[in-house]
């Protein structure tokens, strides 16, 4: 079937996004062929959406002072849309910035490179029960007792470089559903869409957490050994702390210029 190319692309994923998710949510009653069907056209969709869809420009690398760059947002969020069903929106990072490592409880996510390139790791935590009869190791620097409970088996999924592109990132309850996100070679910008959205009223609350590192490893090897892993679509074990949000990091807003969206 022809499209309606009058109607913004923009819109179209909105409507696709809000069909699809809805669809996810009560699976179980339904016809996961159709399910599959909504998810693969609202990927192909999102695949084909540019920054000029949602009117907006890669912007030149700052060049500002230190002090005025201290005092701006490294990361910064336009508000497309949101329902009960899904959310979206653009996040847009200066250059050198990142998002640092964090979760979507319950919560399936795309995310589709506008402009620049982004560097994603994703992680998944393991089951507590794996871990029971696990040691963890001496952690370098070490963690206070109190906070163990707070330390987590998890593995690294992968290390993947996109750009404009590329097709979306896509993570799901069960599938790299932590992840961070880098700013490479200058600033950058994605599309969002989470569903359902971060509701911590609903149990789903934004948690962050560094990867810790043992005492046995030496800190750059580990990270090289770590990336390179990644690339190669190795599955590698790792060990993380939840951590409040990192004081390096907040997220301003700005107004959003392209077509309006209704769902």
């Known amino acids: 079937m022809p499209r309606d190319n009058k109607i913004p692309l923009i819109q179209k994923i909105a409507k696709q996004a809000y069909t699809t998710f809805r669809g996810l949510q009560s699976s179980a009653n ?3 062929k159709v399910v599959e069907d909504k998810l693969n056209e609202l990927i192909s969709l999102v695949t084909a959406v540019r920054a000029s869809d949602v009117k907006i420009a890669p912007r030149k690398t700052n060049s500002s002072s230190g002090a ?11 508000h497309i849309c949101e329902t009960e ?11 050198g910035a990142s998002i640092p490592l964090h979760d979507h409880p319950g919560m399936n996510g ?5 402009y620049g390139k982004v560097n994603v790791r994703c992680f998944d935590k393991l089951e507590q029960n794996l871990a029971v009869t696990t040691v963890p190791p001496v952690f370098d620097p070490p963690v206070p007792p109190l906070q163990m409970t707070s330390v987590w088996r998890a593995v690294l999924r992968s290390v993947v470089e ?5 097709g979306p990132c896509l993570l799901t309850p069960v599938r790299d559903n932590l992840h961070q996100i880098y700013a490479v070679d200058g600033p950058a910008a994605f599309l969002d869409i989470l569903a359902p959205p971060y ?4 149990g789903r609350d934004c948690h962050y957490y560094k990867v810790l590192q043992s005492a046995l ?4 090897d580990a990270k090289g050994h770590q990336e390179q892993q990644g690339e190669k679509g190795k599955e590698e074990e790792v060990w993380l702390l939840e ?7 907040w997220c301003g807003g700005e107004s959003y210029p392209g077509p309006a969206v209704s769902v």
């Open 217 to 220: 490893e030496d800190e750059t």
């Open 30 to 32: 339904g016809d996961d």
């Open 243 to 249: 951590i409040p949000q990192p004081e390096d990091f």
């Open 85 to 95: 069903v899904f959310s979206m929106g653009v996040f847009l990072l200066r250059s």
């Open 162 to 166: 996109y750009s404009e592109n590329s």
């Open 68 to 78: 005025a760059e201290l005092q701006s947002p490294p990361v910064t969020y336009m």
């Open 110 to 114: 795309m995310l589709k490179v506008l």
């Open 199 to 202: 509701n911590s009223d609903d």
